[in-house]
């Protein structure tokens, strides 16, 4: 299956500051890659759609300030969560298209203390 | 507001059993369907995925589509400890944007 890359796999930062969360496809190129966030014992919640070279579309109430995303290759997606506050600890996901399937990476489990 | 529903489980087999997972969604114009195994702390990987009625067979899983039910069903064959797993169905938002939806997670535990 194809590869994708996350890192880091995880992360501890304080309150007020910015982190950011790499995402490449190793083995194939992704015009659109994904970012979920996933508390624990809940499934997957789609934050935005990353498309290389354009704006990233959010999700409905996912703030796009917060979380800024740039796709500006066909391998790598960037998440930053700016300004982290307690309540933005969670488990990260990246996902990226090929062959009409997504493939995820490892994901980042990001702490703010 | 699209919602794919699974059991949340957990789901309790003896090893060497069948295992059946069942998802229903709710948006009728959905396209693809797929079911990713999680483990605890992991992210999810990709074990079928499912296009048109009927069965698809991989190995020990078999996928079950049945488009006028809206009903998608993962079955796994002589089940094993390892394949104790939070089981994910998605669904495909509409045509052409790939954009899953995810359902909750069906917990399976295998019992040796």
């Known amino acids: 299956g194809a590869v994708v890359s996350q890192h880091p796999s995880w992360v501890i930062c304080k309150s007020g500051t910015s982190v950011k969360i790499e995402c490449r496809s190793l083995d194939f190129q992704a015009t659109t890659m994904f970012w979920y966030r996933q508390f624990p014992k809940q499934s997957l919640m789609l934050m935005a759609t990353?498309?290389?070279?354009?704006?990233?579309?959010?999700e409905q109430g996912v703030e796009k300030d917060k979380f800024l995303i740039n796709h500006a290759s066909l391998t790598l997606s960037t998440l930053t969560v700016t300004s982290a506050h307690p309540e933005d600890s969670s488990f990260y996901i990246c996902s990226a298209l090929t062959a009409m399937k997504a493939f995820f990476g490892q994901g980042t489990r990001l702490t703010v203390v | 507001q699209k919602e794919v529903e699974q059991n949340s489980g957990p789901l309790s087999v003896p090893e060497g059993a069948i295992a059946s997972l069942n998802c229903t969604y709710s948006d009728r114009g959905s396209q693809s369907f797929f079911w990713y195994r999680q483990y605890s702390g992991k992210s999810p990987e990709l074990i079928m995925s499912i296009y048109s009625n009927g069965d698809k067979e991989d190995g020990r899983f078999t996928a079950q589509l049945n488009k006028a039910s809206q009903y998608v069903s993962l079955l796994i064959r002589d089940s094993q400890p390892s394949d104790s797993a939070t089981y994910l169905c998605?669904?495909?938002?509409?045509?052409?944007?790939?954009?899953?939806?995810f359902g909750t997670g069906t917990r399976l535990k295998v019992l040796a």
């Open positions: 998605a669904v495909t938002d509409r045509p052409g944007t790939y954009k899953y939806i």
């Open positions: 990353s498309n290389e070279g354009s704006k990233a579309t959010y």
